[in-house]
């Protein structure tokens, strides 16, 4: 599967990655490799073989439903880039 | 004191021979005085160290003491440390502090252990050889032309160099064992899910796992026991009990049955490194051992299966560093998505945002089924490899890398970089552990013995890695560098 210098495009705005042309025309000859060795995938037969997500397959154990965190909103904003009165600063998104 | 391993420092703190703000001091000093080129470490917590001694001294002298009270080490830049920067060898988080500390960081702390600091790494854990480091490379301290593996080459360095008796390390595709190799001192990384992720900085979650890396077997050990166990904040940890992982240490290794797989010795093999593993193995069969092949068919899938899988999951899991809750932001974005794109590629290196691309390709509508989905049956044929290996012996045993340490510089092209993982990636694949033991030389670079066991054979691996460094010297060699003294 050939890759373009639009999926490089694609895939940075997806990760919302800062890219111009020459890094994504650099990245594109990187990922053809990469996705060269990868496709080798392609060629083992994994018909009737299910998908392994976690190598011991456990499933997802439930707690209860009990308030167990508290508020520690002003120690987790003390390393964050901008706030005020509480809240994160960003542009303005609604004008 | 440099000279000696975590376990006789701890039997020495405990004799009374010295204290631990004696044996804190004399290693910072050695950290001043001979990490400079070395760069292994990225933040040395000096007062933090000195106050922690302090305590430990205190508690033994109230007779408190545990079996690791005052036993200095280094945390690998990944593991959240509250008070201090944690970056993750990232241009990211280089100012970020973290907030909390990681449960390994709260149980070393718990266990009265003093950290001197935080050590240099590949960024956000991506890479062989720690030149992804936005603080720099780490030197192999026997060759500083040589790398010191990675992605915890600082761990590595800094102990094979006598900074510290012990650190810890995350391995997701081979990062404790391939620089533990390279570096000539022993690496171990647990069953995944035996030591909790909560507080270690993500970067393939279905893979990452942190241990030990230390001069001994028996090191590793007594580490291991004080870092395992279930924590309800990782879901992913397992409710199982932890033994005590010294006491099969001693035990005989007669009838033991070894493996080695037919694909660990092919080709691209350095015959110099095969020549190692070989006599090494020998002292094995010398202890009682017997030794047969195995295969393992699905070897050389295990790299384009993991380098779809940890990709994917890396995008997945560095999508929290958008610029607005912690981490770099850039200056005057114009609107939101220019804060985002711009905060990352300011704040990403090479190798993160090459991940981050491939990694959210592969999972984009037209490619997810052709490539996660197919990458995660090849898992499962993989770890069947294993299973059925075990049902046959008791451990498997091959090179932990195909070369020694190669030389700063010399690995540009990434796909030659990734194939170097080619012995150590499908462990973290399958989910099992492994142990890299010093095992000889090539010239002045040293060789690394992996030996795998099945999920939860952590006690028998380290017993296996202890008979082997009871019958030879090669954990007892040093580099110059390490043989300085002040």
Known sequence: MALEHADVLRAAHLARLGLDDDEAAHYLDDLGRILAMVDQLQTLDTEGVAPLAHPLETTQRL?????TETDQRSR???????????????????? | MHDKTLTELAAGLAAGEFSSRELTQA???????????????????????????????????????????????????????????????????????????ATVVEKLRAAGTVSLGKTNMDEFAMGSSNENSFFGPVQNPWD???????????????????????????????????????????????????????????????????????????????????????????????????????????????????????????????????????????VYESLGATVREVSLP???????????????EASSNLARYDGVRFGHRCENPADLTDLYKRSRAEGFGEEVKRRILMGTHTLSEGFFDAYYKKAQRVRRLIRQDFLDAFDEVDVLMGPASPTPAFDLGARKDPVSMYLQDIYTIAINLAGIPGISVPAGFVGNRPVGLQILGTHFAEARLLNVAHQFQQATDWHLRRPALAEETL
């Open chain 1, 63 to 67: 707690r209860a439903d009990e308030v």
């Open chain 1, 76 to 95: 987790f904003q003390r390393c964050a880039p901008a706030v005020e009165q509480g809240l994160y600063l960003v542009p303005r998104v609604v004008e």
């Open chain 2, 27 to 101: 290693l910072l000093a050695r950290v001043e005085r001979l990490d400079g080129d070395l760069n292994s470490f990225i933040t040395v917590t000096a007062e933090q160290a000195l106050d922690a001694a302090d305590r430990a001294d205190a508690a033994r002298a109230a007779g408190n003491a545990g079996p690791l009270t005052g036993v200095p080490l280094a945390l690998k830049d990944i593991f959240c440390t509250e008070g201090v920067k944690t970056s993750a060898g990232s241009k990211m988080l280089d100012t970020f502090v973290a907030p909390y500390d």
């Open chain 2, 144 to 282: 500083p032309n040589a790398v010191p593996g990675g992605s915890s080459g600082g761990s590595a360095a800094a102990v094979a160099a006598g900074l510290v008796p012990a650190a810890m390390g995350t391995d997701t595709g081979g990062s404790i064992r391939q620089p533990a190799a390279f570096c000539g001192i022993t690496g171990l990384k647990p069953t995944y899910g035996r030591v909790s992720r909560y507080g270690i900085i993500a970067y393939a979650s279905s893979l990452d796992q942190a241990g030990p890396l230390a001069r001994t077997a028996e090191d590793c050990a007594r580490l291991l026991t004080a870092i395992a166990g279930h924590d309800p904040r990782d879901s992913t940890s397992v409710a199982r009990g932890v033994p005590d992982y010294t006491e099969e240490l001693d035990a005989p290794l007669a009838g033991l049955k070894i493996g080695l797989p037919r694909e660990y010795f092919g080709e691209g093999l350095d015959p110099a490194v095969e020549g190692a593993v070989r006599e090494a193995i020998g």
């Open chain 2, 298 to 312: 699905h070897t050389h899938y295990a790299i384009p299966a993991y380098y779809v899988i940890a990709p994917a």
